[in-house]
């Protein structure tokens, strides 16, 4: 993965743009969310998230945050969770499946996943551009019935490390 991309993806988690990847920027992302779709926390799909949000921080903690401060510095994720990406992103993302359960059920998931509109809801409120959030919705419906489903998520969340643009 080219230096560009590892930027990318490190400022992806790093919500808040302090320059580390912590409990907190996971927290950010959860908050980012129910305000798009007008979610409160104390709701059942609220705390599914946070606590999707919590067992993602702490499997992203346990593969890059080498030194057991509690922050995943641009260092640590370099050489800890991209090389762990490369070698198994399968495991990676799987570590994301909660959130984006969670996330999902936010955005009004059923059984079959939920529609191009609210998935392109879900990654500007992460943060991504309107074209870039676009263009992976796209990817994310290979099928073209307009649906997402978890297991697409997962799977394009896996991509969206390990695949060269």
Same mark, same amino acid.
């Given at each position: 993965?080219?230096?560009?991309?590892?930027?990318?993806?490190?400022?992806?988690?790093?919500?808040?743009?302090?320059?580390?990847?912590?409990?907190?920027?996971?927290?950010?992302?959860?908050?980012?969310?129910?305000?798009?779709?007008?979610?409160?926390?104390?709701?059942?799909?609220?705390?599914?998230?946070?606590?999707?949000?919590?067992?993602f921080?702490?499997?992203?903690?346990?593969?890059?945050?080498?030194?057991?401060?509690?922050?995943?510095?641009?260092?640590?994720?370099?050489?800890?969770?991209?090389?762990?990406?490369? *070698?198994?992103?399968?495991?990676?993302? !799987?570590? +994301? &499946?909660?959130? /984006?359960? %969670?996330?999902? #059920?936010?955005?009004? @998931? *059923?059984e079959?996943?939920?529609?191009? !509109?609210? +998935? &392109?809801?879900? /990654?500007? %409120?992460?943060? #991504?551009?309107?074209? @870039?959030?676009?263009?992976?919705?796209?990817?994310?419906? +290979?099928?073209?019935?307009?649906?997402?489903?978890e297991?697409?998520?997962?799977?394009?969340?896996?991509r969206?490390?390990?695949?060269?643009?």
């Amino acid at each position: 993965m080219d230096e560009r991309r590892i930027a990318d993806r490190f400022a992806g988690f790093d919500q808040d743009g302090n320059g580390y990847i912590d409990r907190e920027d996971f927290y950010v992302a959860a908050k980012a969310l129910l305000a798009e779709f007008s979610t409160t926390a104390r709701c059942d799909k609220g705390q599914a998230l946070f606590a999707g949000a919590e067992a993602f921080w702490q499997g992203m903690a346990g593969i890059a945050d080498v030194d057991g401060d509690q922050r995943v510095t641009r260092g640590e994720f370099v050489t800890g969770a991209v090389k762990r990406l490369r *070698d198994s992103p399968e495991r990676f993302a !799987e570590i +994301a &499946r909660p959130f /984006l359960r %969670a996330g999902l #059920a936010v955005a009004g @998931a *059923d059984e079959t996943g939920v529609g191009s !509109e609210a +998935a &392109r809801r879900v /990654l500007k %409120a992460l943060g #991504a551009a309107d074209d @870039a959030a676009q263009e992976a919705v796209a990817a994310l419906d +290979a099928d073209g019935d307009g649906r997402i489903s978890e297991d697409d998520a997962v799977q394009g969340f896996a991509r969206y490390f390990t695949v060269p643009e």
